[in-house]
Nanobody
Framework: QVQLVESGGGLVQAGGSLRLACAAS????????MAWYRQAPGKQRELVAH???????TYADSVKGRFTISRNNLENTAFLQMNSLKPEDTAVYYC?????WGQGTQVTVSS
């Protein structure tokens, strides 16, 4: 079955950077679009970034110019490079592909 495992979250000061990774198994990764979402306490889960199987990308307005989504189809892994982090980026970050979700990784940005 499809498994997604996120990693790379942590505590960082405002202005800092983190790189999240999402390792996929049980799926022909290269054939599918994938996306990163986040959910802050008391808020709905929201789309952060999306990348198609053809490498086209889209971003939420709140992260444009600061976050970069990418994927390595040979390693079945997707990434989310997050720069210039802000306290409002604090959330649990999830990757998703083909209707499946990872367990999430916590990102906390201190002011």
């Amino acid at each position: 079955q499809v498994q997604l495992v996120e990693s790379g979250g942590g505590l960082v000061q405002a202005g800092g950077s983190l790189r999240l990774a999402c390792a996929a198994s049980g799926i022909i990764f290269s054939l599918y679009d994938m996306a990163w979402y986040r959910q802050a306490p008391g808020k709905q889960r929201e789309l952060v970034a999306h990348i198609t199987s053809g490498m086209s990308t889209t971003y939420a307005d709140s992260v444009k110019g600061r976050f970069t989504i990418s994927r390595n189809n040979l390693e079945n892994t997707a990434f989310l490079q997050m720069n210039s982090l802000k306290p409002e980026d604090t959330a649990v970050y999830y990757c998703t592909i083909s209707g499946k979700w990872g367990q999430g990784t916590q990102v906390t940005v201190s002011s």
